[in-house]
């Protein structure tokens, strides 16, 4: 089983449309949660960042954490072309040297047409 | 402000071969991890390097290699390289008083082609 589970998609919505990316995960060690945007060519960019269960918004984003399920979840309103990327969730890992990696899920691709 | 810089943009390289890669982190940032991102997947993680010391190595081949200089910025050398090894390389730098797994700001890669 894969530490972060992530549905790859690809997933095409209308302008206007409410999108819900999700993941799991199996590791009750994660601590921070965060979804990050990745357009075409570029590295990813940091879009939410959350340490405890419950919602925090922030415009059109809602990020979700349920640790009771291992479950995240993004919610984008009113979805804009300009939304059109891949969305990555990933988790932050203390090793056991005390150095921090992200595990990152596979990647959502998100179209959103005009 | 210049984000994280990385470079070469593109490479190909022939299996066999060594290759360099060099990043460099937003001024202040003392902190450089590597991620290797494969077409279709999530970046994996490679190493972390803070205050020029390797502070944290993911599962990847001893034939993945990578330092940090006095002014923090960083090299990832690969040897024999794989048809595998074809990806892109992500460098991401990090300010050391951020919170834990916030403040990472990645560069745009090296897209690396093995043939």
């Known amino acids: 089983q894969k530490e972060v589970e992530q549905d790859p998609g690809p997933l095409s919505v209308p302008e206007g449309a409410i999108v819900s990316l999700n993941c799991t995960y199996s590791n009750s060690a994660f601590q921070y949660f965060m979804w990050y945007r990745q357009y075409s060519r570029k590295g990813p960019e940091l879009l939410m960042y959350t340490y405890s269960s419950g919602n925090k918004e922030d415009g059109r984003f809602t990020a979700q954490v349920d640790k009771s399920s291992k479950y995240i979840s993004l919610f984008i309103r009113d979805s804009q072309p300009s939304d059109s990327a891949t969305y990555l969730c990933?988790?932050?890992?203390?090793?056991?040297?005390?150095?921090?990696?992200?595990?990152f899920g596979k990647g959502t691709k998100l179209t959103v047409n005009p | 402000d210049a984000g994280v810089t990385q470079s070469p943009t593109h490479l190909i390289k022939t299996r066999g071969q060594q290759v360099t890669l060099r990043c460099s982190p937003i001024s202040g940032h003392k902190s450089v991890s590597w991620y290797q991102q494969v077409l279709g997947q999530g970046p994996q993680f490679i190493f972390q390097y803070y205050e020029k010391e390797e502070r944290g190595r993911g599962n990847f081949p001893d034939r993945f290699s990578a330092r940090q200089f006095p002014n923090y910025s960083s090299e990832l050398n690969v040897n024999a390289l794989l048809l595998g090894d074809s990806a892109l390389y992500l460098c991401a730098s990090r300010h050391s008083g951020t919170a834990k797994g916030y403040g990472y700001t990645f560069g745009s890669g090296t897209r690396l082609t093995v043939v």
């Open positions: 990933a988790m932050s890992l203390i090793t056991q040297g005390g150095s921090e990696k992200l595990v």
